[in-house]
Nanobody
Framework: QVQLVESGGGLVQAGGSVRLSCAAS?????MGWFRQAPGKEREFVGT????????NSADSVKGRFTISGDNAKNTVFLQMNSLKPEDTAVYYC????????????WGQGTQVTVSS
């Protein structure tokens, strides 16, 4: 069992920056970020593969959001720059423990609100 604890988020003006953190209580295979805006389905933001050191992000955030992590501390970060009002959402951290598994572990979510 792995627990994920997120931090960061809040209210920011358009064009501003926010950094989210997510700490896992144990080792994971991959960690990722997802977001859910009001009235919309949860969508993929990005992932980090610890073993390969590879990150991946959605086209909608490329060039603005950066995923990084500290494997030794089981912590993943989401640096969000040039924020837009449409980035307003609850941001969730998720983890996989093995290749081929689903995103079985989720954080509690943290609200990011971007004002215009």
């Amino acid at each position: 069992q792995v627990q994920l604890v997120e931090s960061g988020g809040g209210l920011v003006q358009a064009g501003g920056s926010v950094r989210l953190s997510c700490a896992a209580s144990g080792r994971t295979f991959m960690m990722g970020w997802f977001r859910q805006a009001p009235g919309k389905e949860r969508e993929f933001v990005g992932t980090i593969h610890w073993g390969l050191g590879i990150t991946n992000s959605a086209d909608s955030v490329k060039g603005r959001f950066t995923i990084s992590g500290d494997n030794a501390k089981n912590t993943v970060f989401l640096q969000m720059n040039s924020l837009k009002p449409e980035d307003t959402a609850v941001y969730y951290c998720a983890a996989k423990l093995q290749w081929g598994m689903t995103w079985g572990y989720w954080g509690q979510g943290t609200q990011v609100t971007v004002s215009s």
